[in-house]
């Protein structure tokens, strides 16, 4: 029996030894299994909600809001990917989350039509007294060299340094008129009126008085006619009463100039009567026969038109640049002057009822071709000006303020600038806006109402 079991027992122990190593072997693969089952947070990846992408976390779980299972985020494939929010496009992200006015998730924006769609929101959301919607054709401000040819407008009158006047040289009554109404042509030495004069007539009877009782006194006889000549006797009436030892009882006074007739007695004199003739052709004259006349009065204006000047009228605008010499072209009546003409004088002052600065040019009429009254286009050479200029159509001009409109993206904003001369339909800007800002064409169009720019400036 124990012979038995020593031959049996060699062969138990090699049973358990194989037994041992089975159980050895697969409590290894046994472990093997569970640490391949064991679930390691793996480094980089990130976890989230599909109904709340705000919840993201580093290893895989259940959303602490909905309770689902987290699933893997996925990678962005770019960087330049933007989210909005549909209800407030405004809301732009780098990445994916929630809008924090709605709570709404955020959504990609795809592609170039949706910032497109958020300008024009964020357009229409601006305030409306301030911008303007508009596709107007759009110009630069630019640096230019522009002749200064300044446009004018004006009328002939007469040359006042032309006017004469003539005075009774002594007190009497007109006994006859030979002038009969305002205007009429003069010519030198030309019959105006009979005086009768008692004070002449006396000085006509001491003269003749000392040829016929010292005809030797030739110093008093020299004196005797220079006072006749001073009282307004011509040498022919002098040498006639000489002649004749008889006195002139009616005097005849003649005309010292030429030119037209204007009524003295009674009128006052001024800018307007002096170019009334055109207007009151025949009007009757103010002296009459049998009426008196003291001693050194004026009693006629005589206006020649061999001289005239031009009276133009210098806006606001173009004052600063016209001055005396510049050289002006002249059409009188639609007909071209062929003379040079230049600016000879600036009135200091405006006149009564005006608002324009008044420049003289001085014109020759030899031939009196030329009316007084007639209207006058003119074009003074200013010379040139270099500066930066814009369209006179862009700009609004508010009285006080001008204004532009200038463009920020797809909008207009009204913007005040400072101006400066007028030429050639461009007009100087001398601050408001630099040579990179884009402003409307044409700004009439852009402009709603006053209200509008005046809220802005």
């Known amino acids: 029996m124990i012979k038995r079991l020593i031959k049996i027992l060699p062969i138990i122990l090699i049973l358990n030894s194989c037994n041992s190593t089975n159980e050895n072997h697969d409590m290894k693969e046994h472990d093997s299994s569970e640490h391949e089952n064991h679930v390691v947070p793996s480094q980089g990846k990130k976890y989230t909600c599909p109904m709340h992408p705000e919840i ?6 259940q959303c602490p809001i909905c309770k689902m299972d987290l699933v893997e985020k996925k990678e962005e494939a770019s960087s330049d990917k933007k989210y909005t929010c549909p209800m407030h496009p405004e809301i732009i992200q780098d990445k994916t989350g929630i809008c924090p006015k709605c709570k709404m998730d955020l959504v990609e924006m795809k592609n170039e039509e949706t910032k497109e769609e958020y300008t024009e929101l964020d357009i229409l959301l601006k305030p409306t007294n301030r911008y303007v919607v508009s596709q107007v054709k759009t110009v630069s401000m630019q640096q230019k060299k522009i002749p200064l040819l300044i446009n004018a407008t004006g009328k002939v009158s007469y040359d006042t340094r032309e006017i004469s006047t003539i005075s009774s040289r002594v007190a009497g009554r007109i006994e006859k008129l030979y002038i009969k109404y305002l205007y009429q042509p003069l010519s030198k ?27 030797d006194n030739t110093a008093l006889i020299k004196a005797a006619e220079d006072r006749l000549a001073l009282q307004g006797l011509t040498a022919e009436q002098i040498k006639k009463i000489k002649g004749d030892k008889k006195a002139i009882e009616y ?31 025949q009007q009757e004259l103010l002296i009459k026969e049998g009426m008196y006349v003291q001693k050194g009065q004026a009693v006629f204006n005589v206006y020649s038109t061999k001289k005239l000047w031009v009276l133009l009228s210098i806006y606001t605008d173009n004052q600063n640049i016209v001055s005396k010499g510049q050289n002006v072209l002249l059409t009188v009546d639609g007909k071209q002057l062929s003379n040079g003409s230049k600016i000879d004088f600036i009135e200091p002052e405006i006149r009564a009822g005006q608002n324009t600065l008044t420049a003289r040019v001085y014109i020759s009429n030899p031939n009196n071709s030329i009316e007084v009254g007639s209207n006058v286009k003119a074009t003074i050479d200013a010379g040139e000006l270099t500066g930066l200029f814009i369209p006179v159509s862009s700009i609004v001009d508010l009285g006080n303020n001008k204004v532009v409109f200038l463009k920020e993206n797809n909008l207009f904003r009204a913007c005040k600038i400072q101006t400066g001369v007028i030429a050639d339909g461009m007009i100087e800007v001398i601050s408001g806006i630099t040579e990179r800002d884009v402003i409307a064409e044409n700004a009439q169009l852009l402009m709603d109402s006053e209200s509008f720019i005046k809220s802005e400036n």
């Open 189 to 215: 030495g030309q019959k105006l009126m009979d005086i009768y004069s008692k004070e002449l007539l006396t000085e006509q009877e001491n003269y003749i008085y000392l040829l016929k009782n010292d005809p």
């Open 56 to 61: 993201i976390k580093d290893e895989p779980g």
């Open 251 to 281: 005097v005849t006074i003649y005309s010292p100039f030429s030119g037209h007739l204007h009524d003295l007695i009674g009128e006052k004199t001024n800018s307007a009567t002096m170019t009334s003739m055109n207007e009151q052709i």
